[in-house]
């Protein structure tokens, strides 16, 4: 077998940055796209500082995360390990792009060129690649490369046409590439020779890119890890910060917003059906008219909108994304079945599919590994109850509103404070849990945290509670259940679009320099 892995020997990489330029060249990438740079990190305490310059991109892990959340399988691995991407079948949709722990992909919306398209220069006119429009892109490895030198008998990282073009251009030998599963190739020998590790190793996916930091297995001197005064030597002078991801904006948080309160209140109409025998027509419709807005708007964000409703459902196997699509195509027209033909026998069907609808909503944000925020396991059953409580909300306005004869309001109202404490529980186990993140998210989520305790937990209980007291007077049952519906939503929102800091970069350790000083104590910036 044969296993492609690249190698970046951090004690000889100078920050040049040579590689980035070649990878450009080579592959014609838009401005601002950088399948290859170099990140510049310090650490520690005058005097006792460290300096390493840290070539990321694509680390084609052996098991990653992009495929596995890839709706369209345009994500696929390669015998040979490398990590692809199909753009004739890509959606756009940047499910891979939260997913991917090492910020390695890109999605350009429109042709950008260095100087605007009124402006573009000759070579980007040539080069201009329309595929690469709206789609995800990343490093390959080079396969154009790769391919044709083993066609023609060359080895990639010893034969220059056979190798990628990054690892060519580096001016101080510090990338390598070759086979890992040749214990005789180059890079066998230099990770059997060299102290290493792999970035975001904790996370699991077996990334095929090592950082070489210290030579030899005896040790040498190095920076110590604390200073004499006992305070560790770990703050971080620049380097790259955790930032907010972009992929996913306010469409996308809609799409939560909306399919949740329609799956929520599927769930609880079906049961206010069994327990109460209030009609299902007018709580299916509103549901369905909900969840329908929730995929219009994630529709929207995709990137090749014509594409993405034939290319969705293709990966049922792992994807939750396409799980969910799934789900939806069958709990749309079971909701408008049941309210156009009054079947009342679906409304068991109806309370399954939308409890799968909501679960799926949840685990597509846990399998989000470059998220923090998102992938910790209780998320699930955050999106969960806050559906839930949204769709208790909605339920009451539509019952006071539609039908205020057929729906007892105190159990209506006794729902409600249920599906609300509920919900403040499922945060309270979240951020209890959520103790690994970077710093700027949690100071969002600490900053909500109030917001969410007083105005959609303890303001909606109040205001139900009195309701119940003064006989289920409608326009506190109305102002209850606004606020609950609300609360919810602000979480969402907050969640996706102001919470999401990605994992950022982190190095384990810092590399060794010529005379043996360094190989101190690693960073990883913008992290509590």
Known sequence: MT??????????????QTCTAACKHANATSPAVQWRKVLDMEAGIFPEVERAFVPVGCMHCADPPCMHVCPSTATRQRADGIVTIDYDICIGCAYCAVACPYQARYKVDAPRFAYGRASRMAHEAVREQPRRVGVAQKCTFCTDRIDPGLDRGLTPGINPEATPACVNSCIADALHFGDLDDAESNVSALLRDNKHFRMHEELETESGFYYLWEAGPNGTRRIPAYAPSGEPLRPVVGGPQPWLQRHWDWRAAANFICGGTGGGLLAVATAGLVGFGTPLAPFALTAAAFVAAGLFFVWLETGRPLRAPFQVFRHPQTSWMTRESMVAVMLLPTALAAAWLGWRDLAGPLAILALAFLYCQGRMLTEAKAIPAWREPMTATLIVSTALAEG?????????????????AP??????????LAR???WAAYRWQLTSAPTLALDVLGRFAPWLILGGTALPAALALAALFLNGMPVVALLA???AVLGGWALKFVLITRAAYNQGFAVEHMPER????GGGPGVKPGWA
Do not use: H, K, Q
Request: charged fraction near 10%.
């Open 411 to 420: 159990a209506a109202l006794a729902v409600l404070i249920l599906m609300v």
């Open 514 to 517: 010529g005379t043996g000083v």
């Open 392 to 408: 208790a909300g909605v339920y009451l306005i539509a019952a006071t509103l539609l039908v205020p004869e057929d729906v007892p």
């Open 424 to 426: 403040a529980g499922a």
């Open 481 to 483: 259940a606004l606020t």
């Open 3 to 16: 296993r492609w892995a690249m190698i970046a020997d951090l004690r000889r990489c100078v920050g040049c």
